[in-house]
């Protein structure tokens, strides 16, 4: 039973763009920092960005910087992730989590996660 339910990934080009969203559907997602982590085959579970509770501050891997933005509309129980520039090295499962009231590189810290959505990146 999903409690953060995740969307927006595919198939795109090089330098080509996607928008991820994850929707909270059983908690009010206003307490929550939020992150979004991915994992390519046969690697760890990596960090890429993470937003506080009210939108006023971010963080981002340095892999990501410049070409990904996080947001969030608490008033929509939504978070994102706008990618933009994508490479291939970009090819991974996104997962969105979510932290009660700050952000965190620990992921077993993070009390919801999205199921995961496949962002691949190839000509």
């Known amino acids: 039973q999903l409690q953060f339910v995740e969307s927006g990934g595919g198939l795109v080009q090089p330098g080509g763009s996607l928008r991820l969203s994850c929707a909270a559907s059983a908690f009010t997602l206003g307490h929550y920092a939020i992150s979004w982590f991915r994992q390519a085959p046969g690697m760890e579970r990596e960090g890429v960005s993470c937003?506080?509770?009210?939108?006023?501050?971010?963080n981002y891997a340095d892999s990501v910087k410049d070409r990904f933005t996080i947001s969030r509309d608490n008033a929509k129980n939504t978070v994102y992730l706008q990618m933009n520039s994508l490479k291939p090295e970009d090819t991974a499962v996104y997962y969105c989590?979510?932290?009660?009231?700050?952000?965190?590189?620990?992921?077993?810290?993070?009390?919801?996660w999205g199921q995961g959505t496949q962002v691949t990146v190839s000509s």
């Open positions: 937003i506080n509770i009210v939108g006023t501050s971010t």
């Open positions: 989590a979510a932290r009660l009231y700050t952000c965190s590189g620990d992921v077993s810290s993070y009390r919801y």
